[in-house]
Nanobody, 116 residues
Framework: QVQLVESGGGLVQPGGSLRLSCAAS????????MNWYRQAPGKQRELVAA???????DYPDSVKGRFTISRDNAKNTVYLQMVKLQPGDTAVYYC??????????WGQGTQVTVSS
């Protein structure tokens, strides 16, 4: 059974930083596009970062310049470095491994709260 386990969430003050990690098991990690999504209360889940198998990255304008996604295929892990965090970044952050619509897996999520 495929597992994606996120870690690194928590409470941080506005302007602070966090680094999320997502460790994958039981998949051929290197062939998957890896994504980070977030979902705030009452809002739809949104994509905040993506990294392809060739390590090309993409971000929406809302986080561009503040969030950085990276992957370590040797460790089957994807990271999300977040800086200059704002209260609007408060959400549950989910890791997603995507190959096709049939082979797309999700982690359980990790809470990020930005508050003073």
């Amino acid at each position: 059974q495929v597992q994606l386990v996120e870690s690194g969430g928590g409470l941080v003050q506005p302007g602070g930083s966090l680094r999320l990690s997502c460790a994958a098991s039981r998949i051929t990690f290197s062939i998957y596009t890896m994504n980070w999504y977030r979902q705030a209360p009452g809002k739809q889940r949104e994509l905040v970062a993506a990294i392809t198998i060739g390590s090309s990255t993409d971000y929406p304008d809302s986080v561009k310049g503040r969030f950085t996604i990276s992957r370590d295929n040797a460790k089957n892990t994807v990271y999300l470095q977040m800086v200059k965090l704002q209260p609007g970044d408060t959400a549950v952050y989910y890791c997603n491994a995507h190959l096709t619509s049939q082979y797309s897996y999700w982690g359980q999520g990790t809470q990020v709260t930005v508050s003073s």
